[in-house]
């Protein structure tokens, strides 16, 4: 079990109703329509889906992806904090503390890539507006990142990919 992650770049809202199992449908036809995705904005993190809306379904010009464990997820999503420049602030997690630098970030309000290290690591749609925020940021630390190198800076040019593409008018979704 893991996060699976998709992006979109170039979407386009599809008109559509939804039957009584929640299935999109034509509004006139009642036919099923095909899409790409369908927008679940996590209410937990508010303003991360700008620009697209709530359970609404799209279609996309074109798409990437990835997976990850939850694990291995919340640990690269650590060192993505320190390599922020996040402080190492105290955590506890089922009665054990530990000094984590995402939890530096998680008592931020703004910063770099704070949208994705303060954001769902299962459920959410985060849209073209802090994707290209988001892109921004992976851009301006790519050479920090690279001189990590391994095994977090090959996961770091995959959520680039990510981000880049959403900032095109797309979105990123976490299922």
């Known amino acids: 079990m893991g996060l699976d992650i998709s992006a979109f770049s170039g979407i386009e ?25 369908r927008v679940y904005a996590n209410p937990d993190f508010p303003g991360r889906a700008a620009g697209v809306e709530d359970r609404a379904c799209y279609v ?21 904090a320190k390599l922020a420049g996040y402080p190492e602030t105290r955590q506890v997690n089922y009665g054990i503390a530990e000094m984590r630098y995402d939890a530096g970030a998680w008592l931020a309000t703004s910063g770099p890539f ?33 001189a990590v190198g391994g095994h977090f800076y090959d996961r770091y040019q995959e959520w680039r990919e990510a981000f880049d593409m959403a900032a095109n008018s797309g979105l990123v979704r976490f299922h």
């Open 60 to 80: 996309g010009k074109d798409s990437c992806g990835l997976s990850t464990g939850y694990g291995s997820y919340n640990a690269w999503r650590n060192e993505l």
């Open 114 to 146: 704070w949208e994705l290290i303060n954001f769902s690591d299962c459920e959410g749609t985060i849209g073209p507006v802090v994707s290209a925020k988001l892109a921004k940021d992976f851009a301006e630390f790519e050479d920090r990142a690279k």
């Open 13 to 37: 809202k599809v008109d559509c109703v939804f039957d009584e199992d929640g299935d999109a449908i034509h509004p006139v036809t009642r036919a099923p329509i095909d899409y790409d995705v």
